[in-house]
């Protein structure tokens, strides 16, 4: 009986140690063997979160298409409203190989941590992640390991720079061909309600953030309604990265940075940028991440290690702002169109997501008004603050929304509240389905939002989160210790 349990043991530690030794290795992988890993990420990760491996797509290969493959994690229940979707995505130009290896490291890091550390915790109770490693697999499979070169930049099957293939909304051009990757992330975009994003790229090292576009007014920063969230955004990622905010760019940028972060038309212009579609045209705020200044970087364990912290804060500010749900009134039931709603004082609309009547917007701790439209309803006008982080945890406002159909009298006011302060619900005349369709409004005189951020952004220290690798091997040591204490009795 006892040779039977020793053997049964020895076969534990022996699987103990081939897991170990099956950890994911600081090396590039080829698309198959990526795909491998996301696949082994799906089936084989920790039970008490979601995990769903699904294709967007599929690149545009004439002779081997390769699927375009996002991994989504969360540790939320699946019909949990006021959840973010956050995306990110890796190896948009094919030659800028660092990222794909980055984002599969931190798929792996989220897996082994939840549960054991504070923040990846709370992060995945809180948000949705979908995490696509490649972009551009094809490009991959064509570039070479050069610092410098441009070989796989672009989607070879077409010639076509995906960060130059969407639609531009200050400057359209019906007769752009969108590649098949470029259409993927439209469609996607279109099913799912992204709050924030981030694209990985290499061969500079700095957070960049909207607009890239031209500036019509020539050269220099080109901002946006919503600047001071997106440099928020972009210090918090290159606070908490040793290199970035102290970064004056790499040798061959001609700029220097300060605080590590550039507006993207401050550094160069262009149009057909996917962090601007991801903006105008979905609401959804994306910074583009330059991460080192080769684009094939050799050291991928320094690179990983210089991006986990920042990564992880990042994700976490899709939970700092306002979200809630847009009812009518009357039924208790999500608005059956589209609401476009705006932050007074900033001119970008943005959208409700109509099969729910969810909203978000990252919003700095502040107090807001909130403008609702819909047809055939009163325009709401909804008074709301935000709060201060809490020990660098970002704190999210809730409203309910309840609409007043037009036909009803205007003559009283309601009043309604939200989880953090009491709100008003002021009644105007009906919405009106033509002033819908522009996404900018007219900037009601001076900003009537009261920011109070002090250009300060949550640091997590260094101490703080062990690396899932130095949590494997810990409980490994201590499952050896245990299993020959035992054949020693």
Same mark, same amino acid.
């Given at each position: 009986m006892r040779s039977y349990l020793d053997q049964t043991i020895l076969l534990l530690i022996f699987s103990a140690v081939s897991g170990a030794l099956s950890k994911l290795e600081f090396e590039y992988h080829t698309n198959e063997q990526m795909e491998e890993i996301l696949k082994r990420f799906e089936t084989i990760g920790n039970t008490k979160l979601t995990t769903r491996l699904y294709s967007i797509g599929i690149s545009s290969s004439f002779q081997k298409p390769f699927p375009l493959w996002v991994l989504e994690i969360t540790a939320a229940p699946e019909n949990r409203t006021g959840v973010p979707n956050v995306k990110l995505l890796g190896n948009m130009h094919g030659n800028e190989a660092g990222g794909r290896e980055i984002l599969l490291h931190f798929i792996e890091n989220l897996i082994t941590l939840y549960d054991k550390d504070s923040r990846v915790t709370w992060l995945l109770k809180n948000t949705r992640l979908h995490i696509m490693p490649t972009l551009n697999p094809d490009g991959f499979s064509?570039?070479?390991?050069?610092?410098?070169?441009?070989?796989?930049?672009?989607?070879?099957?077409?010639?076509? &720079?995906?960060?130059?293939?969407?639609? &531009?909304?200050?400057h359209p051009n019906p007769e752009l061909v969108h590649a098949e990757e470029t259409i993927a992330v439209m469609n996607w975009m279109d099913k799912t309600k992204f709050i924030l994003s981030a694209a990985l790229h290499e061969g500079d090292m700095v957070a960049n953030y909207p607009y890239d576009a031209i500036n019509p007014n020539g050269f220099g920063a080109y901002l946006t309604p919503d600047d001071d969230v997106f440099k928020y955004l972009a210090r918090v990622y290159a606070d908490n990265h040793p290199v970035m905010h102290a970064s004056k760019g790499c040798s061959n940028a001609g700029k220097d940075f300060k605080n590590g972060i550039t507006n993207g038309a401050d550094w160069y212009q262009f149009d057909g940028g996917m962090g601007d579609y991801n903006y105008n045209f979905h609401g959804c705020m994306e910074v583009t991440l330059e991460l080192s200044c080769c684009k094939y970087p050799s050291n991928l364990t320094k690179l990983w290690s210089e991006n986990e912290k920042s990564l992880l804060m990042y994700c976490m500010q899709a939970n700092m702002g306002v979200t809630g749900l847009i009812l009518d009134g009357t039924t208790r039931k999500p608005v059956e169109e589209e609401a476009m709603l705006r932050i007074e004082g900033r001119k970008l609309?943005?959208?409700?997501?109509? *099969?729910?009547?969810?909203?978000?917007?990252? @919003? @700095?701790?502040? *107090?807001?008004? @909130?403008?609702?439209?819909v047809p055939g309803y009163y325009t709401h006008y909804e008074n709301f603050t935000v709060e201060q982080p809490v020990n660098g945890f970002p704190k999210l406002t809730n409203l309910t929304i309840l609409l007043v159909n037009a036909s009803f009298p205007t003559t009283t006011t309601t009043t309604t509240t939200s989880s953090t302060t009491p709100t008003t619900t002021i009644r105007s005349k009906p919405s009106v389905a033509a002033n819908l369709t522009a996404r900018f409004g007219q900037n009601d005189g001076e900003k009537t939002d009261n920011v109070t951020w002090n250009e300060q952004v949550p640091i997590l220290a260094a101490s703080t989160s062990k690396s899932s690798r130095d949590l494997l091997l810990s409980e490994l040591f201590l499952l050896i210790f245990i299993t020959t204490f035992y054949l020693l009795l």
């Amino acid at each position: 009986m006892r040779s039977y349990l020793d053997q049964t043991i020895l076969l534990l530690i022996f699987s103990a140690v081939s897991g170990a030794l099956s950890k994911l290795e600081f090396e590039y992988h080829t698309n198959e063997q990526m795909e491998e890993i996301l696949k082994r990420f799906e089936t084989i990760g920790n039970t008490k979160l979601t995990t769903r491996l699904y294709s967007i797509g599929i690149s545009s290969s004439f002779q081997k298409p390769f699927p375009l493959w996002v991994l989504e994690i969360t540790a939320a229940p699946e019909n949990r409203t006021g959840v973010p979707n956050v995306k990110l995505l890796g190896n948009m130009h094919g030659n800028e190989a660092g990222g794909r290896e980055i984002l599969l490291h931190f798929i792996e890091n989220l897996i082994t941590l939840y549960d054991k550390d504070s923040r990846v915790t709370w992060l995945l109770k809180n948000t949705r992640l979908h995490i696509m490693p490649t972009l551009n697999p094809d490009g991959f499979s064509e570039a070479s390991n050069s610092c410098h070169g441009s070989m796989g930049r672009e989607v070879p099957s077409f010639m076509v &720079d995906l960060n130059r293939n969407f639609p &531009d909304f200050f400057h359209p051009n019906p007769e752009l061909v969108h590649a098949e990757e470029t259409i993927a992330v439209m469609n996607w975009m279109d099913k799912t309600k992204f709050i924030l994003s981030a694209a990985l790229h290499e061969g500079d090292m700095v957070a960049n953030y909207p607009y890239d576009a031209i500036n019509p007014n020539g050269f220099g920063a080109y901002l946006t309604p919503d600047d001071d969230v997106f440099k928020y955004l972009a210090r918090v990622y290159a606070d908490n990265h040793p290199v970035m905010h102290a970064s004056k760019g790499c040798s061959n940028a001609g700029k220097d940075f300060k605080n590590g972060i550039t507006n993207g038309a401050d550094w160069y212009q262009f149009d057909g940028g996917m962090g601007d579609y991801n903006y105008n045209f979905h609401g959804c705020m994306e910074v583009t991440l330059e991460l080192s200044c080769c684009k094939y970087p050799s050291n991928l364990t320094k690179l990983w290690s210089e991006n986990e912290k920042s990564l992880l804060m990042y994700c976490m500010q899709a939970n700092m702002g306002v979200t809630g749900l847009i009812l009518d009134g009357t039924t208790r039931k999500p608005v059956e169109e589209e609401a476009m709603l705006r932050i007074e004082g900033r001119k970008l609309y943005f959208r409700s997501f109509q *099969k729910t009547g969810e909203f978000w917007r990252i @919003l @700095l701790p502040g *107090k807001y008004i @909130l403008r609702v439209e819909v047809p055939g309803y009163y325009t709401h006008y909804e008074n709301f603050t935000v709060e201060q982080p809490v020990n660098g945890f970002p704190k999210l406002t809730n409203l309910t929304i309840l609409l007043v159909n037009a036909s009803f009298p205007t003559t009283t006011t309601t009043t309604t509240t939200s989880s953090t302060t009491p709100t008003t619900t002021i009644r105007s005349k009906p919405s009106v389905a033509a002033n819908l369709t522009a996404r900018f409004g007219q900037n009601d005189g001076e900003k009537t939002d009261n920011v109070t951020w002090n250009e300060q952004v949550p640091i997590l220290a260094a101490s703080t989160s062990k690396s899932s690798r130095d949590l494997l091997l810990s409980e490994l040591f201590l499952l050896i210790f245990i299993t020959t204490f035992y054949l020693l009795l």
